[in-house]
């Protein structure tokens, strides 16, 4: 997929994941428009990476070393993020994205 100059955090997001896990499938979804900010923010995402490198993880471990990656973002830019990490095996059973909740503010 080619960057998207108009998304420049969505990119830079998509570019380290890949770098750091090197994932069998990965997407990167930009939720701001579902919450109160102004159009064109990116400042809301949900991810979902797939990689070996999960395989043994615990959950709690897999977001932490998703948001160490992110760690720039999530300090700056990012104001929510939405993980989903699995191994290959667990999304070959399950490959669904989990839904987000509506924005109550």
């Known amino acids: ?3 998207d100059p108009n998304r420049p955090v969505e990119t830079t ?3 380290k994941l890949t770098e750091k896990f090197k ?3 990965l997407e990167v979804h930009n939720e701001s428009h579902m919450h109160a ?3 064109g ?3 809301h ?3 979902l990476v ?3 490198q999960f395989v043994g993880l615990p959950l709690i471990q897999r977001h932490r070393l998703v948001n160490e990656a992110l760690k720039e973002e999530l300090s700056s830019r990012v104001h929510a993020l939405a993980i989903q990490a699995k191994t290959p095996e667990q999304w070959g059973v399950d490959p669904a ?3 987000s909740p509506s924005c109550m503010g």
Do not use: A, N, Q
């Open 50 to 52: 797939v990689s070996t």
């Open 45 to 47: 995402f949900r991810v």
């Open 13 to 15: 997001i998509r570019t």
């Open 41 to 43: 923010s990116e400042s």
């Open 97 to 99: 994205l989990g839904k």
């Open 37 to 39: 900010v102004p159009p």
């Open 23 to 25: 994932p069998d499938h």
């Open 1 to 3: 997929m080619d960057p």
